[in-house]
């Protein structure tokens, strides 16, 4: 199966600093969906970015989509410990799905 | 959005035993998708559950090892035949396809543990 990749993979933040995950594909995306996965949880569906280009901000997160369609970000603005979890992309090709690596994000108060 | 429920929520098995896992969903939907995922890993897309025909496994996938049913449009089910170790994984159910938006909504889980 198809695998889109996230970097960093783990990234540990003082709470009140920004973060950024980073989804990089070789191909172009149809679209890319944004998952947050808290410890012990399963993944809640954040975001869907369909149009190149496309910023979309829910409260500190912004998300963004690539111009060429082949990347996106999800960058959160002073994290909280309720950020705690691990961000994941995902893309569908028809009706698959596959999800990016994810970015494990541990906050520290 | 859905609710979906899965039964059980963890098990431990013994090799070479099947388990089936039960997905519920309290609305009728389209697309019901069968993952693994094993821990501090990302998930990994197991089979495509198609109501009233076979399920489409994804590489690596076979029917024989993760049998799935789907009798209506609410409801699937996963069998992890034959189980070894290196079977331990949790194993998600989700939907998709509400309202023609490709958004996936998760089910809790079940927590395999084969010993």
């Known amino acids: 199966g198809q695998q889109v990749m996230q970097i960093p993979q783990y990234q540990h933040v003082q709470e009140g600093e920004d973060f950024t995950t980073y989804c990089n594909s070789s191909?172009?995306?149809?679209?890319i969906q944004w998952y947050k996965q808290r410890p012990g949880g399963h993944p809640v569906f954040l975001i869907q970015?369909?149009?190149?280009?496309e910023v979309k901000k829910q409260k500190r997160l912004t998300f963004q989509f690539g111009e060429a369609k082949k990347n996106s970000s999800l960058h959160i603005t002073a994290t909280q410990t309720t950020d705690v979890g691990t961000y994941f992309c995902?893309?569908?090709?028809?009706?698959?799905?596959?999800f990016g690596t994810g970015t494990s994000l541990t906050v520290i108060p | 959005s859905a609710v979906i429920s899965q039964k059980p929520s963890r098990d431990i098995c013994q090799r070479g035993t099947s388990l089936t896992i039960q997905c519920q969903v309290d609305?009728?939907?389209?697309?019901m998708f069968w993952y693994r995922q094993q821990p501090g890993q990302s998930l990994t897309l197991i089979a495509t559950?198609?109501?009233?025909?076979?399920?489409?496994?994804e590489s690596g996938f076979v029917i024989d090892k993760f049998p799935i049913s789907r009798p209506n449009l609410t409801f699937s089910t996963l069998t992890v035949s034959n189980m070894s170790p290196e079977d331990s994984s949790i194993y998600l159910c989700?939907?998709?396809?509400?309202?023609?938006?490709?958004?996936?909504?998760f089910g809790p889980g079940t927590r395999l543990t084969v010993t």
């Open positions: 559950a198609n109501q009233g025909s076979e399920a489409t496994y």
């Open positions: 970015l369909v149009k190149s280009g």
């Open positions: 609305s009728q939907v389209t697309m």
């Open positions: 989700s939907v998709g396809g509400l309202a023609g938006s490709y958004e996936q909504y």
């Open positions: 191909t172009t995306l149809s679209n």
């Open positions: 995902a893309q569908n090709t028809g009706n698959q799905f596959y």
